[in-house]
């Protein structure tokens, strides 16, 4: 999909004058060359690197792999966390339990991404994203929405949780719409 991005204007609105004391512009800016990397980018993740020796956090993601969205529980106020922490934000213990997450969930709110992709997604667009109620925790999860185009979404859709290879070594979760 194109889309027609404003033209730049001047701030007066007026046609520009011709200005000795600034080069000229480029409009619109040409395109910047892409180069080959990763599937995904380093981005929108709690953390980029999952290994154990870089992340406290990598239990989180042996768990995703092996098919099990999973958050901490305190175990001095029993407090769930969303996302998983290293320490309590209420209590700040350090005493955390790993629990796995229930599968299945309801939209509450979700928008569709049309333009403006983050870098490593624009091949997806139009794709889904928003809010899904998990059931029976007080946790709202947001997430990529999948299995039904965005325009056939509805508030209250029953989804369940796809833990899914990104591709390049990492894993991470997204949600898709139970037929
Ligand atoms: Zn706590």
């Not at 080069?23 to 990397?37: C, F, I």
């Not at 042996?62 to 098919?67: F, H, I, M, V």
């Not at 320490?87 to 299945?104: F, I, K, T």
Request: aromatic share 8%; charged share 30%; glycine share 8%.
């Amino acid at each position: 999909m194109t889309v027609d991005l404003p033209r730049r204007r001047t701030s007066t609105g007026d046609a520009p004058t011709p200005d000795a004391s600034s080069p000229p512009r480029a409009d619109p800016a040409p395109p910047t060359e892409r180069k080959s990397g990763p599937a995904r980018p380093f981005l929108l993740d709690f953390v980029p690197l999952e290994s154990e020796k870089d992340t406290r956090l990598a239990r989180f993601f042996e768990r995703l792999a092996a098919g099990r969205l999973s958050t901490t529980r305190c175990a001095r106020d029993d407090l769930l966390h969303w996302p998983p922490r290293t320490a309590c934000p209420r209590c700040h213990s350090e005493e955390l339990s790993w629990v796995d997450l229930p599968e299945s969930g309801r939209i509450y709110a979700f928008s569709a991404v049309l333009a403006g992709a983050p870098m490593g997604m624009e091949a997806d667009v139009p794709f889904a994203v928003g809010l899904v109620d998990l059931d029976g925790v007080p946790l709202r999860l947001f997430g990529r929405i999948e299995g039904r185009p965005w325009a056939d979404l509805a508030i209250g859709l029953a989804v369940r949780v796809e833990p899914y290879d990104v591709g390049d070594g990492r894993w991470f979760y997204r949600f898709r719409v139970v037929d």
